[in-house]
């Protein structure tokens, strides 16, 4: 499983569609996603204390099946370029089909506005 961030809005968007393209798709050639432990980073750092932000927990086997391809590459590092020795984080080279997402999470702030993985996906 991996996860992917958006708001419930984009969410909404989405399932007109049937598939999550965000600007990163057209931007870089990927949908960011992560893993539960490190689903915090990017949360923290896209949307800081927002309330309206959800996990879509995602099946790779279903994505593999749906002919998307899935790569684990460095994450960004703090000068910007690519951080071989920080996490890795999955990319989604194609739009995220909403047929390969099996669960849908609110994320929740804690009190000083950072975040932790839901309890159902924190393993």
Same mark, same amino acid.
């Given at each position: 499983?991996?996860?992917? *961030?958006?708001?419930? =809005?984009?969410? &909404?968007?989405?399932?007109?569609? /049937? =598939? ?10 990927? +949908? ?11 949360? !923290? $750092?896209?949307?800081? !204390? @927002?309330?309206? +932000?959800?996990?879509? =927990? ?8 749906? !002919?998307?391809?899935?790569? #684990?590459?460095?994450?960004? /590092? ?6 071989? @020795? /920080?996490? #890795?984080?999955?990319?989604? $080279? /194609?739009?995220?089909? *909403?047929?390969?997402?099996? =669960? ?15 309890? &159902?996906?924190?393993?």
């Amino acid at each position: 499983m991996i996860l992917h *961030l958006c708001t419930a =809005a984009q969410l &909404e968007a989405a399932r007109a569609d /049937g =598939a999550r393209r965000p600007p990163s798709l057209d931007e870089v050639g990927f +949908v960011h996603c992560s893993d539960p432990g490190t689903v915090h980073l990017p949360a !923290g $750092y896209l949307f800081p !204390g @927002r309330t309206d +932000v959800v996990v879509l =927990a995602v099946d790779t086997d279903r994505l593999a099946a749906l !002919g998307v391809a899935v790569r #684990w590459e460095p994450g960004v /590092g703090p000068q910007g370029g690519e951080d071989p @020795r /920080g996490p #890795w984080f999955p990319h989604v $080279y /194609g739009p995220l089909p *909403l047929d390969a997402v099996v =669960a849908v999470h609110p994320l929740v702030p804690q009190p000083d506005g950072t975040f932790r993985p839901p309890p &159902e996906i924190a393993g």
